[in-house]
């Protein structure tokens, strides 16, 4: 397993926040078609790629958007060429994709089997759901779209996932989104719930809060165990199941390291998490700047004394082997915070107690 | 006599127990080496960890 490094993995955002898609929640708005204000350019791309493999064994490319299949076919085909040598080197590189599948082609899938690519894709449940809030700029819905590109993944074999934003549109309906994902026999499933980490609109409406987000994954819990399906993978329950149960399954979010992931822009700036989306406070540097230089940032430095202050103050709680502090983003009020906040805590604290008594009712912790 | 009260352990959790002792003996489930050795833990859907 790769070991733990500071700015390590890298989400890389080739055309910065462009999108084909206008989606209500989205904290990345942008349209139009790439141009050289919003491309990485073949430099930068090479230097992004020295950047990560120099000084680690393990890397994985996590490209992202926007929608990142707006970079075009040839970027990628450049990336997977400006890694070639670091693998020779015995680099062990993996590169995954997160898109809106909408552009995907039989092209794209026979150029990710050949190169490997991991392709997870974001979908939000059934048509009814998913096409209120994932829509193009003229408000058609994506979902009929989205589903051809994920068949034509599933057809190469390279379809990963999903990640399913819960809003206020579906954080009631959990059962009805588990069974659609089963009937579409889509087993590798992520909640992710939407909040307002600094989006240019207001998406009060659609925002769930901590509440309501540990009431929809703990019925998803008891619906995953009802199935019993070995085949379903939903990552952040399996990442709770086996650190009750003494593994080390671990989700970002149950790290405590967040200081690992790093957001890289098409202009090759580094900033923290994306989930603090070019904030100023976590500009750690470029990737033309020489690593060791990055890694010394006075930002970063700050960002890791307060993870640390919080794993500590974490320390105290039953539950802190499972968190560690939590994700630095939903947690806390402040990114200065080192105490986390009472309705977040209270809530994951709901979620995981719920999930040890079931395990501890069949004997097994 | 059977305890009227105990059941069934469920698949999804008797695999997440032995996946649990094989990371905790350190050691590597072989059908997992591929992934191992690829990248983190969960099999190649960390394409979509954001």
């Known amino acids: 397993m790769a070991t733990y490094q500071t700015i390590s993995t890298p989400i890389v955002k080739p055309v910065d926040g462009l999108c084909n898609l206008s989606c209500s929640y989205c904290y990345a708005p942008g349209h139009g078609k790439p141009t050289r204000k919003n491309r990485m350019l073949p430099e930068t791309l090479k230097a992004l790629t020295d950047f990560f493999c120099r000084d680690q064994d393990d890397i994985e490319f996590i490209w992202h958007g926007g929608e990142p299949l707006l970079a075009g076919i040839d970027f990628y085909h450049k990336a997977v060429e400006y890694q070639r040598p670091w693998e020779q080197k015995g680099k062990r590189i993996t590169n995954s994709v997160q898109t809106n599948a909408t552009l995907v082609t039989p092209e794209w899938t026979e150029f ?9 894709v974001s979908l939000d449940g059934p048509k009814d759901f998913h096409d209120q809030v994932r829509y193009y700029p003229d408000k058609r819905g994506s979902y009929d779209n989205v ?4 068949n034509l993944l599933r057809g190469a074999g390279i379809f990963n996932g999903i990640i399913c934003g819960v809003s206020t549109i579906n954080y009631q309906f959990s059962k009805e989104i588990f069974s659609f994902f089963i009937s579409q026999d889509i087993k590798k499933l992520k909640f992710a719930r939407v909040k307002d980490i600094g989006h240019c609109n207001d998406i009060s409406s659609l925002t769930i809060s901590p509440k309501q987000h540990a009431d929809f994954i703990i019925t998803i819990f008891d619906l995953w ?3 019993d399906d070995p085949e379903v993978e939903i990552r952040d329950i399996q990442s709770v199941v086996s650190l009750i149960l ?4 671990r989700e970002c979010i149950y790290m405590g390291e967040c200081d690992q992931f790093v957001t890289v822009y098409h202009n090759g700036s580094i900033y923290g998490c994306d989930s603090f989306p070019k904030t100023d406070t976590l500009i750690f540097g470029n990737v033309m700047d020489d690593s060791i230089m990055v890694r010394s940032n006075p930002h970063l430095k700050i960002f890791q004394e307060t993870l640390i202050k919080r794993r500590i103050n974490c320390k105290t709680c039953d539950w802190g082997f499972i968190c560690k502090g939590g994700c630095a983003k939903d947690c806390y009020a402040q990114l200065s915070s080192t105490k986390p906040m009472d309705e977040v805590c209270e809530n994951l604290k709901r979620y995981f107690e719920h999930i040890s008594s079931r395990i501890k009712s069949y004997g097994l912790a | 006599m059977s305890n009227p009260t105990l059941r069934a352990v469920p698949k999804v959790l008797l695999q997440a ?3 649990a002792t094989i990371q905790a003996m350190g050691k590597k489930d072989k059908s997992w080496d591929k992934a191992w050795d690829k990248g983190p833990w969960d099999k190649g859907h960390w394409a979509n960890r954001k």
Request: positive net charge; without cysteine.
């Open chain 1, 246 to 249: 003494g593994g080390n399954k």
């Open chain 1, 112 to 120: 990710f089997l050949e190169r490997n690519f991991f392709v997870g």
């Open chain 1, 225 to 227: 165990l009802e199935l």
């Open chain 2, 17 to 19: 127990k032995k996946e």
């Open chain 1, 147 to 150: 589903m051809k590109g994920i």
